[in-house]
């Protein structure tokens, strides 16, 4: 090719190169993502004697260790906070998470303090401002009574029992589970990976005649309890990225109490990974923030220490507040 020939190329193909970008997209619209989440966790009321020693509110260390390896920070949320300052904390993090434990589901200050969370959420998502809740345990049950307006609890014995899940059709096509590995969703329905230690949960037969629970969230998984009671174990918000389980799955990786029948099989960590993950994949889509690197620095878990409670409890550690 001569040199007239080569130049009068190179221009033929800078000047195709022109055309298809004029002829594309300069940017690609893609869903909000913030990659530096910053989850709540409300702290939990001390009941336990043996505990009491040494603070009011606690969180344990497997739910900051649970949040933090799917990659979020934590703060916690203290229970005796004014109303303004808890929709202050709203803006800034990026989720909460209702921890299990033991309090009144109605009057306690955790169940106050949760209400304030929960109606902000609700408010916020019907704005299309994202915010995600997760309940555990309690917490799940929490969501019911916040939901339902009324408690609906009823035993539902199950503690310190390891079990599969009774999927429904419903958890196939859920947010929660529907990118779970097949083999996964197979040892879900077969292995014991779920723990349990509960004594009141919602009836499937209470959970189906309330108009409002059955109308708020999907049905994913049930179980059956020890005294034969058919019970919700996991749900999904319809329209609201709020979740909850009756069991822990925390428990799986961080608790290794030799008295509790902790799930640690392969499956069983594989749970619990892809289930942190796909929480905080859910606060990334929040894009609430601090005001400044300080204020959130000061915020988070990191400048508390947990205490060793391997001793006189089942956790590892524990946060005290």
């Known amino acids: 090719m001569s040199y007239a020939g080569f130049s009068a190329f190179v221009c033929l193909f800078f000047v195709c190169c022109f055309c298809c970008s004029k002829a594309m997209p300069t940017t690609v619209n893609q869903e ?3 990659d530096r989440p910053v989850i709540g966790i409300l702290t939990q009321l001390v009941s ?3 505990m009491k020693p040494f603070g009011r509110t606690y969180i344990p260390s497997s739910y900051v260790k649970y949040l933090e390896s799917g990659g ?6 203290r229970l005796t906070l004014t109303t303004a300052e808890y929709e202050s904390i709203f803006k800034k993090i990026n989720g909460l998470i209702l ?6 589901l109605e009057k306690s200050d955790f169940a106050k303090v949760a209400k304030i969370f929960y109606r902000l959420a609700m408010t916020a998502n019907d704005a299309g401002d994202f915010f995600p809740i997760w309940g555990t345990c309690m917490g799940m049950q929490l969501l019911t009574v916040l939901v339902a307006g009324e408690n609906l609890l009823e035993r539902t014995t199950a503690e310190n029992i390891a079990m599969p899940l009774n ?6 096509s859920s947010r929660m589970l529907k990118d779970f590995p097949e083999e996964l969703m197979k040892a879900l329905t077969h292995e014991p990976l779920t723990g349990n230690f509960h004594h009141y949960g919602v009836a499937v037969k209470t959970f189906q005649e309330n108009e409002k629970l059955h109308n708020f969230f999907s049905v994913l998984s049930t179980n059956v309890a020890e005294n034969g009671v058919h019970f919700v174990s996991t749900i999904e918000g319809k329209q609201y990225p709020f979740y909850g389980v009756q069991w822990h799955p925390e428990v799986n990786r961080f608790q290794w109490d030799r008295t509790r029948n902790f799930p640690h099989s392969r499956h069983a960590v594989q749970l619990s990974s892809l289930l942190a993950e ?16 300080e204020e959130e620095a000061s915020s988070l878990i ?7 409670a391997g001793n006189f409890t089942a956790y590892q550690q524990i946060y005290f507040f």
């Open 99 to 104: 921890i299990g434990g033991v309090a009144d």
């Open 32 to 34: 909000a993502v913030n």
């Open 278 to 293: 796909f929480f905080v994949n859910e606060g990334r889509k929040s894009l609430h923030q601090f005001e400044n690197p």
């Open 302 to 308: 990191y400048k508390y220490t947990p205490v060793y």
């Open 72 to 77: 979020s920070r934590v703060m916690p949320i």
């Open 167 to 172: 999927l429904t059709t419903e958890s196939r």
């Open 48 to 50: 336990d004697e043996v």
